[in-house]
Nanobody, 124 residues
Framework: RLVESGGGLVQTGGSLKLSCAAPSGFNLDREAIGWFRQAPGKEREGVSC????????YYANSVKGRFTISRDSAEKTVHLQMTSLKPEDTGHYYC??????????????????WGQGVQVTVSS
């Protein structure tokens, strides 16, 4: 199971860094891994994905230029650096991974593993 951390409350324009830690024995280098989010009353949406094949990163249009996904294979951790946060970024953020390493654009397709999620709240 993946374990997220780093959520919290921040003002508009602020920054947060989410982290997703993989359990021991988990090989991040074989996984496509990324982030989803779900706002109250809305469907879950993909935010970003990083491919293990070549390290290519993908972002939803709504976060492009503001969010950065990165992977630390030695620490078995994936980060999502979020800057210039907006109230519409508010939601529960989930880390997800899929065996095989391929992203479908900014989405981790049919994830094999999920985290429990962390709350991100951006106040206006």
């Amino acid at each position: 199971r993946l374990v997220e951390s780093g959520g919290g409350l921040v003002q508009t324009g602020g920054s947060l860094k989410l982290s997703c830690a993989a359990p021991s024995g988990f090989n991040l280098d074989r996984e496509a891994i990324g982030w989803f989010r779900q706002a109250p009353g809305k469907e879950r949406e993909g935010v970003s994905c990083i491919s293990s094949i070549d390290g290519t990163t993908y972002y939803a249009n709504s976060v492009k230029g503001r969010f950065t996904i990165s992977r630390d294979s030695a620490e078995k951790t994936v980060h999502l650096q979020m800057t210039s946060l907006k109230p519409e970024d508010t939601g529960h953020y989930y880390c997800a991974a899929r065996d095989g390493g391929y992203c479908r654009g900014h989405i981790v397709p049919n994830p094999d593993y999920w985290g429990q999620g962390v709350q991100v709240t951006v106040s206006s």
